[in-house]
């Protein structure tokens, strides 16, 4: 028993080393980028040494990987909570007010989120990766619009749910690479919810039922 209760607090307290290198990393990746930030600074920022580190990752590549898929797989699950809570129509200008709240809280993150995309850009592995987490976010929002089919029309010239959540992450990808650039979190915040329910609806930011 005395063994199982020293494991068990080896675990938590590596749990917790982890956690804190990945919340270091994340600030030291936002504030100068990947690529310019070494195993050292990590450490130095989480207050641990260099075996800590090697202890949880083999490189920066991976603990840089670790952290965004920590935080994509965050938001999939925010953006997922954020449309769930309608019934089993969709109201559109509340569910795209909760998730444009969800997905533009923090400048850090599309910082980071930004880094990766380059890195992903070069290496055939890691593109990979990332499709598969952008998909995920994709599908979360493909089968909330599918459950509202029948109670909510969305309009025709995007197809079917695969092509509306197509549409809505584009619309994110374009809005916040603006707000890199300006800063301006209140504006990007309003163009986005401007942007989705006009992709959404018929634009007058009430769902268009004619179709049904």
């Known amino acids: 028993m005395a063994v199982e209760g020293t494991?068990?607090?080896v675990t938590r307290r590596r749990v917790r080393t982890r956690?804190?290198?990945l919340d270091a990393a994340f600030s030291v990746f936002?504030?100068?980028?990947?690529?310019?930030?070494?195993?050292?600074?990590?450490c130095e920022a989480a207050g641990y040494s260099r075996g800590a580190f090697y202890s949880n990752f083999s490189s920066l590549d991976e603990l840089f990987f670790a952290l965004y898929r920590e935080r994509a797989d965050l938001i999939a699950e925010q953006v997922s909570g954020a449309l769930?809570?309608?019934g089993p129509g969709l109201d559109v200008p509340a569910a795209v007010d909760r998730v444009?709240?969800?997905l533009l809280l923090d400048r850090d993150w599309l910082l980071v989120k930004t880094d990766f995309l380059v890195h992903a850009a070069r290496d055939p592995e890691v593109a990979r990766s990332l499709l598969e987490h952008r998909a995920r976010l994709r599908q979360a929002i493909a089968d909330r619009l599918a459950r509202a089919r029948g109670h909510t029309a969305l309009p025709a010239v995007?197809?079917?749910t695969d092509g509306a959540a197509h549409a809505v992450v584009a619309a994110y990808d374009g809005v916040t690479t603006q707000l890199l650039l300006d800063r301006d979190v209140e504006h990007?915040?309003?163009w986005l919810k401007q942007l989705l329910t006009a992709l959404l609806t018929d634009g007058s930011g009430t769902p268009d039922h004619s179709q049904n």
Not at 30 to 42: D, M, P, R, Y
């Open 84 to 86: 769930a809570l309608d």
């Open 19 to 21: 956690a804190n290198l």
């Open 7 to 9: 494991t068990g607090r």
């Open 100 to 102: 444009t709240d969800v």
């Open 188 to 190: 990007a915040r309003a």
């Open 158 to 160: 995007l197809g079917d």
């Open 30 to 42: 936002a504030a100068k980028g990947f690529g310019h930030v070494s195993i050292e600074e990590v």
